[in-house]
């Protein structure tokens, strides 16, 4: 199971451990991944999907995990999340419009 986000993509960094003596070590930061279960409305179902923590409290500032999927960049979504996607938008009726400031 790789260690990466599937909302966020977000993976392992690297760096260094540096010790009282100014010794550098490589190390990696990963993420802090939990497996979350998400409530879909749109689908009517729950997904489990392995996330970040930064990213479960971005689903819960855009309102959920149908907002956010609609909101969020193909390109990021895993290959799981990205169907989640398309589901909805074929669900709700495609991506919704933006309003324009008049």
């Known amino acids: 199971m790789s260690r990466r986000c ?6 392992p960094q690297t760096g260094h451990k540096v010790s009282h003596s100014n010794i550098k070590t490589k190390r990696r930061f990963l993420p802090n991944l939990c497996n979350v279960t998400f409530i879909s409305d749109a689908l009517g179902r729950n997904v489990r999907l392995r996330v970040s923590t930064n990213a479960i409290k971005t689903v819960d500032h855009n309102g959920g995990l149908d907002a956010y999927l609609l909101k969020a960049r193909a390109t990021v979504l895993s290959p799981r999340a990205l169907e989640l996607k398309r589901a909805i938008e074929k669900k709700v009726g495609g991506a919704q419009p933006e309003k324009k400031a008049s």
């Open 6 to 11: 599937e909302l966020t993509a977000k993976g």
